[in-house]
């Protein structure tokens, strides 16, 4: 691990507007019918750890402090929304009434404060991609059946299967309006494909391989593993990351390094998450179940490692750990062959190809914070 020389908290440096941003997101994500403002507000309202905005304002707020002579003009017009009746059911509801529905049920109009070196629409890009985020737990909760998320029962407990699908298709379709309202081609075009690629990404998990069950050499598995793990994580933080860059206007050089320091973060980040999965005590230490991915089936890095060391576990693999044993047996593997430290070590990686993105940007307090949040991904217990 590269040593983190100045340890800022990145949580200190935005806490201004983090704090704006539940009450934001809410305003964004209104709707008319009580029901479905409830599920849809239902992630919001627990304890989430907010990564992705906040690497969004940190690297705004970083991005600021380039030099002129790296920049063009930054997208500084506003966020405001289209007074247009047309897209609220009001005129409906005025000629039939119907009781059940709040007639403001069209997006409210959020609060938008400047904040020194944050931009408005980098501030309202850190609410979209918390809300893809969040639509995208709520479908993944159905797809894993999980019961748990956020130390509270998931989406798909609490309300039923139907409801969840609903609020998250909801919240994506607000985060659409959001993201119009951008009023940014690139950024469109780039938001718009993340929600692609998560699809991409969790599809390419449930089929896990080809379609045909044949031999297929490892390495092509891992390549595949990180595909997949681009798709289903790191594409919403490198996405995002490069849209900030779009926004403050930078040179296509610095665009491209912020969406290197995002892919590599994001790899990093789902890397960790698949190493707890193994090692976590207990769920109260990750408010979400553990040891998940073996009974869903799931073949990640410290199965993959083990598997160079063991040929015999390609046959668990391949049947998905679906016979009696099996899961207990790849535990037994992964033990042996060293799988999670392993991982670790490519988590390790990412991390520091990430930190060395970061280096192209000038010093400032964000930069180091941003710095932190990146050492504090690889090191996390949740
Ligand atoms: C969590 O992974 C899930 C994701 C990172 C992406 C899920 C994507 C979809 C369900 C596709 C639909 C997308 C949208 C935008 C509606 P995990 O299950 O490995 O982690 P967990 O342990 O936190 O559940
Ligand atoms: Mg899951
Ligand atoms: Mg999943």
């Given at each position: 691990v590269r040593p983190v020389k100045p340890l800022n908290d990145p949580f200190s440096i935005v806490s201004s507007e983090m704090s704006g941003l539940a009450g934001n997101i809410a305003k964004l994500v209104g709707s008319g019918h009580p029901s479905l403002n409830k599920v849809a507000n239902y992630y919001f309202?627990?304890?989430?750890?907010h990564i992705r905005p906040m690497i969004v304002l940190l690297l705004s707020k970083a991005m600021?402090?380039?030099?002129?002579?790296?920049?063009?003009?930054?997208?500084?017009s506003d966020v405001s929304y289209i007074a247009?009746?047309?897209?609220?059911p009001l005129k409906i509801l005025n000629e039939i009434p119907m009781p059940?529905?709040?007639?403001?049920?069209k997006p409210q109009e959020p609060f938008v404060s400047e904040i020194e070196g944050v931009l408005p629409k980098q501030r309202r890009l850190a609410e979209i991609v918390e809300m893809i985020h969040t639509a995208s737990l709520l479908h993944d909760d159905v797809i894993d059946n999980s019961s748990e998320r956020r130390s509270r029962p998931s989406g798909n407990s609490a309300f039923g299967n139907k409801m969840a699908i609903l609020a998250g298709d909801f919240l994506l379709g607000r985060a659409s309006v959001a993201i119009a309202r951008l009023r940014n081609a690139e950024v469109t075009e780039l938001m718009s494909t993340t929600i692609a690629n998560l699809v991409e990404g969790e599809f390419m998990q449930l089929k896990?391989?080809?379609?045909?069950?044949?031999e297929v050499v490892k390495n092509e598995y891992f390549q595949y593993y990180i595909h997949k793990t681009y798709l289903k994580t790191a594409s919403l933080m490198s996405k995002s990351c490069r849209s900030a860059a779009v926004l403050a206007g930078l040179d296509r050089d610095l665009v491209d390094h912020a969406y290197e320091f995002g892919k590599n973060l994001g790899l990093c980040f789902q890397i960790v998450d698949d190493c707890l999965d193994y090692?976590?005590?207990?769920?109260e230490q990750l408010g979400k179940p553990s040891g998940a991915d073996l009974k869903l089936g799931l073949a990640t890095a410290p199965v993959l490692y083990a598997w160079e060391q063991f040929p015999e576990l390609g046959t668990l693999i391949r049947r998905k750990f679906?016979?009696?044993?099996d899961i207990e047996l790849a535990r037994d593997y992964v033990k042996k062959a060293d799988g999670v430290q392993k991982t670790k070590n490519l988590a390790v990686h990412y991390h520091n190809a990430a930190l060395a993105e970061l280096d192209f940007f000038p010093p400032s307090e964000a930069l180091s914070g941003l710095k932190s949040l990146t050492h504090i991904m690889l090191s996390r217990e949740k």
């Open positions: 309202k627990s304890q989430g750890k600021s402090e380039v030099p002129d002579s790296r920049r063009g003009e930054p997208d500084t247009d009746e047309s897209l609220s059940i529905l709040n007639p403001l049920s896990n391989t080809t379609d045909n069950t044949s090692t976590a005590a207990d769920k679906k016979a009696p044993g």
